[in-house]
């Protein structure tokens, strides 16, 4: 199910499930959501600081319930990641939610959020949160695009190490790590016929391998349809792997027929390309270029 496309003047929460965020940067991306003809309603503890936390566990989930809750909220904005949101994501009811389902945006830690979603077969954004909106106007004006019912089609150079083919499904997935931390409960999504969209930060690469070995020991793999890979970012090289982290996914990757694209613009970079997941998607891997178009539907807002 796809949310109904944002209109002029549509109410937007910020919140912070996960860890705690620069009050400016709420406040500088209220600004912008305000010039794209948004009204920005920030959460009561967005702003809040507990250790490393936006508030107690309490407080984020009382805000998270909120913005799910409140039918004249169209888009729930997350306004960072880091961690967190995985200690209160089980106390949250998203029957309000299946009803009358708004986009959740944000990427990360938030990655347990979409997988939240989709359970109820409901559409959410990948995209880039209060920073990189802030500090990348290619960025913000995808997902402004996004949200407002333009839906991108992407053209992005090839990779040596992608593999060609073309397939159509929704795209699902996210942080690895967040990701990983689902096997096993009632988050995990279905990866049935899927194309799996991995990213992360500050990961060892032996440490993405054991996750990808994960995936591959618990069928994941052989389940998937396509995979794209984002921005692994913050890491350097473990040359005792005997191969560079873009390598070892290859490799875990290279008994399975599904399309592959490296170096896709979307992770913990500035430069984020929005990523609908749950939405019908097309992937074309060749040896010149990739193309990735997604198939809205036109939902209107009530």
Same mark, same amino acid.
């Given at each position: 199910?796809?949310?109904?496309?944002?209109?002029?003047?549509?109410?937007?929460?910020?919140?912070?499930?996960?860890?705690?965020?620069?009050?400016? !940067?709420?406040?500088?991306?209220?600004?912008?959501?305000? *010039?794209?003809?948004?009204?920005?309603?920030?959460?009561?503890?967005?702003?809040?600081?507990?250790?490393?936390?936006?508030?107690?566990?309490?407080?984020?989930?009382?805000?998270?319930?909120?913005?799910?809750?409140?039918?004249?909220? @169209?888009?729930?904005?997350?306004?960072?990641?880091?961690?967190?949101?995985?200690?209160?994501?089980?106390?949250?009811?998203?029957?309000?939610?299946?009803?009358?389902? @708004?986009?959740? =945006?944000?990427? +990360?830690?938030?990655?347990?959020? /979409? +997988?939240?979603?989709?359970?109820?077969?409901?559409?959410?954004?990948?995209?880039?949160?209060? @920073?990189?909106?802030?500090?990348?106007?290619? %960025?913000?004006? &995808? &997902?402004?695009?996004?949200?407002?019912?333009?839906?991108?089609?992407?053209?992005?150079?090839? %990779?040596? !190490?992608?593999?060609?083919? *073309?397939?159509?499904?929704?795209?699902?997935?996210?942080?690895?790590?967040? &990701?990983?931390?689902?096997?096993?409960?009632?988050?995990?999504?279905?990866? =049935?016929?899927?194309? $799996?969209?991995?990213?992360?930060?500050?990961? @060892?690469?032996?440490?993405?391998?054991?996750?990808?070995?994960?995936?591959? !020991?618990?069928?994941? $793999? #052989?389940?998937?349809?396509?995979?794209?890979?984002? /921005?692994?970012?913050?890491? *350097? *090289?473990?040359?005792?792997?005997?191969?560079?982290?873009?390598?070892?996914?290859?490799?875990?990757?290279?008994?399975?027929?599904?399309?592959?694209?490296?170096?896709?613009? %979307?992770?913990?970079?500035?430069?984020?390309?929005? !990523?609908?997941?749950?939405?019908?998607?097309? $992937?074309?891997?060749?040896?010149? #270029?990739?193309?990735?178009?997604?198939?809205?539907?036109?939902?209107?807002?009530?």
């Amino acid at each position: 199910m796809q949310p109904p496309f944002l209109q002029f003047g549509d109410k937007i929460a910020i919140i912070s499930p996960s860890s705690s965020i620069d009050s400016k !940067l709420i406040d500088q991306v209220a600004n912008i959501l305000t *010039e794209w003809g948004l009204e920005p309603i920030v959460g009561e503890h967005a702003r809040s600081i507990f250790g490393r936390f936006a508030g107690t566990k309490q407080e984020r989930a009382a805000d998270l319930q909120w913005a799910v809750d409140n039918k004249s909220i @169209k888009a729930i904005l997350c306004s960072r990641g880091g961690y967190g949101l995985i200690q209160i994501i089980d106390d949250i009811d998203f029957s309000h939610f299946e009803l009358y389902p @708004k986009w959740v =945006i944000g990427f +990360s830690d938030i990655t347990i959020l /979409h +997988s939240a979603v989709a359970a109820y077969d409901i559409a959410s954004i990948q995209g880039s949160m209060a @920073k990189y909106i802030c500090d990348n106007n290619i %960025s913000a004006n &995808l &997902l402004r695009k996004c949200l407002f019912g333009e839906f991108p089609s992407y053209t992005i150079p090839t %990779s040596p !190490l992608n593999r060609m083919g *073309e397939v159509t499904g929704e795209i699902i997935g996210g942080n690895l790590t967040v &990701l990983c931390s689902t096997r096993g409960t009632h988050f995990e999504p279905n990866f =049935i016929q899927k194309i $799996l969209f991995i990213e992360d930060i500050g990961e @060892k690469p032996y440490q993405i391998d054991r996750m990808l070995h994960n995936l591959k !020991l618990g069928g994941i $793999l #052989e389940e998937i349809s396509g995979l794209i890979v984002g /921005h692994f970012s913050d890491y *350097e *090289e473990d040359t005792e792997m005997g191969n560079t982290l873009p390598e070892l996914i290859a490799s875990i990757a290279s008994e399975y027929n599904f399309p592959i694209c490296f170096n896709f613009p %979307s992770g913990h970079d500035p430069l984020h390309y929005p !990523l609908p997941f749950g939405v019908p998607a097309t $992937l074309r891997v060749n040896d010149k #270029e990739v193309t990735l178009t997604f198939i809205s539907q036109n939902v209107s807002s009530d």
